[in-house]
Each structure stands twice: as C-alpha cells, then as structure tokens.
C-alpha cells in the first residue's frame, strides 16, 4: 500500500465528481475527499445509496455534496454536456473526476459471452465514460487553466493489463479504459490534466464477492485501505504524473 500521508487540506476548495459514489469503491473515494476538504459530485444511480453517503458527509461537517443520478447505461451524450453545464453554472470548475462506477457481468468462457451483457458491459465501462469524458472536458480544462491542476483518474483491474481466461467482456473493457487514459494523458500534455488509472485489486466490495463467491472477504483490503493512492492521485502531490498504471495494492 502507498505510504502516504494526505494532508487534511489536500482538497480544500476544490470540486471533484465520483462515479459510482453509493457502493464500494467510489463511497469510500467519496467520503474520503470530502473529508479533505473537497465538494464532492455523487454521481451514481441508486439514489437512495448517494443520500446516505450524503447525509454521512453532511452530519461529519464537510463540504456539503451535490448528487448526481444518473444511469450509466442509458445516459446519452445530451445527457451529459447538461450535466457539465449544470456543473459549470453551479459550482465553476471541476478539479477531478474519479471514474469508478463498473459493471462485472457474467464471468464465462468466450464462446458463451452475451451479446447483450456484452454491450451493457461495454456500455456502463467504457463508452459512459468516453461520452462523460467528452462532455466534462472544457471545464476540466478550464480549471486547470485557472487553477494550475486538475485529475482525471480511470479504474482498471488486474485482468484489464494481462488477459485472462473467462474474464471476457470485463477484462476487455477494462483495456479499452487503459487505452482511453493513455490516448487522454497524450493530448492533455502540458494542459495541466493529468490522466492516470489505477488498479484497485481485490478489495471487499459487492463486486468482489460476485465474482469470488467462496473467497473470504475478511482477508481482503477494504476500500479504505486504498485510500492514500487515490488522495495521492487526487490531490496536488501528484502533479506531473500522468498517463501512468498505478496498482494500489503492490505484491
Ligand atoms: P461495486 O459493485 O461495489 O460498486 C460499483 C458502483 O458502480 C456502485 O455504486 C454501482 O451503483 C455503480 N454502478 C454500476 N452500474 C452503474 C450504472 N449503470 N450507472 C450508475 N452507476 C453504476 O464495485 P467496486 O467498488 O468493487 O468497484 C469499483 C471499481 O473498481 C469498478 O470499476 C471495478 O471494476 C473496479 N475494481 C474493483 C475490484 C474489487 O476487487 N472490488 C478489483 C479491480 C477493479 P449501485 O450501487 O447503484 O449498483
């Protein structure tokens, strides 16, 4: 695990979106920023889960969040140039994205995959975020125009750097966000954005214990535990790192 200390101001004043912001990964991510000072965008679908991390965030006295409810599999592009356009009016810049939420499908042998799961998969993985990306861009840009800096952080997986067997739609998507991040981190050079993704590895979520049923979940990293590498990668410490693979969780 990355040793670092996260000052608790590292993200005073800024705006930052996380996806998937009700269960797991991203309820942790989230939480985690507001408590560093940062005005957190809950972006996810089940809303009752983004009010509870809401209320959680609010009774502890940090920056009050915004929520975003939104359906990654059947937001369209309209959907969200008006989400960036509220975002724009309302808060004026957009420090960081952590782009988190995922969906794990059916692990199968190839010859079994879906076509639908596939494309749901495909949907929910890569193209919301291509189409999340597109839209949020300008103002991404334009903060760190202003302000010196901004993050855009991707979500892999083991299995989205080396293939591996049964994995199908999942692992693929997966190396379609690695290559999203790279082709990003190379046109946003010298604007001020970094890009980078990061492999959480097995951490107790919902999602682990689907695709690992029998494992037990007490010997795993919480999403917690994670947490300094996404500060890190947040917040201004890591300025000038981009288009880089980080793995929270070294062997
Ligand atoms: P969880 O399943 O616990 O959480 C996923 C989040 O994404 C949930 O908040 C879920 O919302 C949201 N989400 C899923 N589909 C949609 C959708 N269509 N629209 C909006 N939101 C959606 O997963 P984890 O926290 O485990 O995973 C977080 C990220 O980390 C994922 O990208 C995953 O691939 C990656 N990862 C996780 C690993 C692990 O071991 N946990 C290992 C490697 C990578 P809702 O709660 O409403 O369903």
Redesign the pocket.
């Given at each position: 695990m990355l040793d670092y200390q996260a000052p608790a101001t590292l993200l005073n004043n800024k705006v930052i979106l996380v996806?998937?912001?009700?269960?797991?990964?991203?309820?942790e991510a989230a939480l985690t920023f507001a408590a560093h000072g940062a005005t957190v965008i809950l972006?996810?679908?089940?809303v009752a889960?983004l009010e509870a991390v809401y209320d959680q965030i609010e009774a502890a006295g940090h920056p009050l969040p915004a929520i975003a409810p939104?359906?990654?599999?059947g937001a369209t592009a309209s959907h969200y140039r008006g989400m960036a356009e509220t975002f724009a009016e309302q808060f004026g810049r957009l420090d960081g994205v952590l782009f988190?939420?995922?969906?794990?499908g059916t692990l199968s042998p190839f010859e079994h995959i879906q076509e639908k799961e596939w494309d749901e998969v495909m949907q929910?993985?890569v193209k919301?975020e291509f189409l999340l990306t597109q839209a949020l861009l300008p103002l991404v840009r334009q903060t760190a125009k202003q302000h010196g800096e901004a993050s855009l952080l991707y979500?892999?997986?083991?299995v989205g750097r080396k293939g591996r067997a049964y994995w199908g739609s999942?692992a693929i998507s997966?190396f379609a966000v690695e290559g999203m991040m790279e082709v990003l981190a190379d046109e946003l050079e010298n604007t001020g954005v970094r890009v980078n993704s990061i492999?959480?590895?097995?951490?107790?979520?919902?999602?682990?214990a689907s695709?690992f049923p029998a494992e037990d979940a007490m010997a795993?990293k919480t999403?917690a535990d994670l947490m300094p590498l996404y500060l890190y990668l947040m917040g201004a410490d890591s300025q000038g790192k981009t288009g880089q693979t980080f793995v929270a969780q070294p062997k």
């Open positions: 996806t998937g912001a009700g269960d797991g990964i991203g309820r972006l996810g679908r089940t889960k939104v359906d990654l599999k988190n939420a995922g969906l794990l929910v993985n919301s979500t892999s997986s083991s999942y997966k492999n959480p590895g097995g951490t107790r979520t919902k999602m682990r695709a795993l999403p």
